[in-house]
């Protein structure tokens, strides 16, 4: 009789933000699959827990599925664990849970902290449409082809974001959203947890410091109070003016430039230049 594939979240800062359930399932498996096994080596030494580890990541899971399919088939029981927070999000954590769905083997998700809905909740904006888009492209020009489309969903929106990399990514953030509202989430559940809210062109942003994990909430679009003192023929003639001038490099930026300078989103610029027919 086949085995059980547990997906079992861990904390993503605080060793006490996991489950009595998530523990016990530690305890009672076979085999414990992790992403990183000395930092989970880390949590069972703190709870005591032995059971034997198997790293499975990015770089070794084509070698691994195999092998974890053929134990659990075999009756074992295996959990399945991340660096931090629910696996499957962001991590090969999906292709293990969907080759064993495949297979016709049981799949119990153990439910427990996630990064995404701690920043998202401590964020205080709306939650009753939230998309979570993982990490931006590395490449420039690629993350801000991803933030205009991100920008373009009207409900709230979480992604993660490197430290190395949040400083480009909050300026990119400034130009494309304009006073759009977002909050950053730094080293969540930790000592040196940080909650950093405001208008994406808020100077507050230009100061945070760039160490430890990120998480970034965009919050939904809201018509600006601005929008009502800028008619639509005034966001257009911002926008041809600003198109001959040459000074944006296509329509994009030059959406985003005019939303900067008049208090609105780039979506609110482009509906008002779709009924100005431009």
């Known amino acids: 009789m086949a085995g059980t594939l547990f997906v079992v979240a861990t904390p993503i800062g605080n060793l006490e933000d996991i489950t009595l359930r998530?523990?016990?399932?530690?305890?009672?498996?076979?085999?414990?699959?992790?992403?990183?096994?000395?930092?989970?080596?880390?949590?069972?030494?703190?709870?005591?827990i032995h059971t034997p580890t198997l790293s499975f990541h990015a770089h070794n899971?084509?070698?691994?599925?195999?092998?974890?399919?053929?134990?659990?088939?075999?009756?074992?029981?295996?959990?399945?664990?991340t660096d931090?927070?629910?696996?499957?999000i962001s991590d090969p954590g999906a292709e293990l849970v969907a080759a064993c769905r495949r297979e016709g083997v049981v799949v119990d998700p153990i439910p427990g902290a996630s990064a995404a809905l701690v920043a998202a909740v401590g964020s205080g904006f709306p939650l009753n449409s939230v998309t979570f888009l993982g990490f931006p492209p590395l490449k420039a020009q690629a993350r801000k082809q991803w933030i205009h489309g991100a920008a373009a969903l009207p409900g709230t929106v979480v992604?993660?974001?490197?430290?190395?990399?949040?400083?480009?990514?909050?300026?990119?953030?400034?130009?494309?959203?304009?006073?759009?509202?977002?909050?950053?989430?730094?080293?969540?559940?930790?000592?040196?947890?940080?909650?950093?809210?405001?208008?994406?062109?808020?100077d507050v942003f230009l100061s945070i410091t760039q160490k430890g994990e990120f998480t970034v909430v965009i919050g939904p679009v809201q018509e600006s109070a601005v929008a009502a003192s800028a008619s639509d023929a005034e966001?257009?003639?911002a926008f041809r003016a600003l198109s001959e001038s040459g000074s944006a490099s296509g329509r994009r930026e030059a959406a985003s430039e005019v939303g900067r300078r008049l208090g609105l989103t780039a979506n609110e610029v482009y509906r008002a230049l779709e009924r100005s027919k431009l």
């Open 22 to 48: 998530a523990l016990r399932v530690l305890r009672e498996a076979n085999l414990i699959a992790a992403e990183d096994t000395r930092r989970t080596a880390k949590l069972l030494s703190h709870y005591g």
């Open 84 to 88: 931090a927070g629910t696996p499957g």
């Open 235 to 237: 966001i257009a003639e």
């Open 159 to 202: 992604f993660f974001e490197a430290p190395h990399r949040i400083g480009s990514t909050i300026g990119d953030l400034r130009v494309i959203l304009g006073n759009r509202q977002i909050c950053l989430g730094r080293e969540l559940t930790k000592v040196h947890q940080e909650f950093v809210c405001g208008a994406a062109t808020s």
């Open 61 to 81: 899971s084509r070698a691994r599925l195999p092998q974890l399919i053929a134990r659990v088939r075999a009756g074992e029981s295996v959990a399945l664990v």
